[in-house]
């Protein structure tokens, strides 16, 4: 490895700028800049991420102090969804809402359910597993019905309504002004 400072060359001013170069072309290139290390920094994007996912869901919350009864009430419902798509194959969001608002026990009933538009992280462990499986080939495409998720906040029957892969992250954050 060889190593440049400019304080070798008899500066007596610390070193601002050195070179890393390493021996095997597999190993990274290193340039460290001194105090232009903090200009760098300030444009970095922690948050950026390769591979974002970002899903739409609805969902409808039972809760209960009867772990038996949300469960057969969670399975209920799975019932009457399929029952009522079955007779009618392309209303499964309008059905799905009408359900939401006259069972769910949250606060997104008024809205059908809608969570919105949201990414890994930002639910419950349990949810998000299984919306944002760690192999991606296997994440519930719009459509699907997942269920029931049991959470500390009860059991919860979810609609993914909108999938959405590597979007563009300035523009979301921007448009989320947090």
């Known amino acids: 490895m060889i190593a440049f400072s400019v304080g070798s060359f008899g500066f007596t ?31 970095t994007n922690k948050e950026f991420k390769e591979q974002d996912q970002r899903v739409r869901a609805s969902h409808i919350l039972i809760k209960g102090l009867d772990d038996d009864l949300v469960i057969d009430k969670s399975f209920d419902l ?12 392309d209303g499964l969001r309008q059905i799905f809402a009408e359900l939401a608002r006259r069972e769910s026990q949250c606060p997104s009933a008024t809205e059908g359910g809608d ?58 954050k921007l448009a989320r002004n947090d």
Do not use: W
């Not at 700028?17 to 300030?42: C, N, R, W």
């Open 13 to 43: 001013s610390p070193p601002l700028l050195q070179y890393h170069f390493a021996a095997e072309a597999s190993t990274p290139v290193t340039l460290q800049m001194g105090i232009f290390d903090g200009i760098t920094k300030a444009f």
């Open 115 to 172: 969570l919105g538009l949201f990414g890994p992280g930002k639910m419950v462990r349990e949810f998000d597993a299984a919306i944002f499986p760690d192999d991606s080939e296997n994440a519930p495409p719009p459509g699907s019905i997942l269920g029931p998720i049991v959470t500390d906040f009860g059991c919860h029957i979810v609609l993914v309504t909108q999938r959405e892969d590597n979007r563009d992250q300035v523009e979301e």
């Open 78 to 89: 799975l019932r009457e969804i399929n029952s009522r798509v079955r007779e009618e194959p």
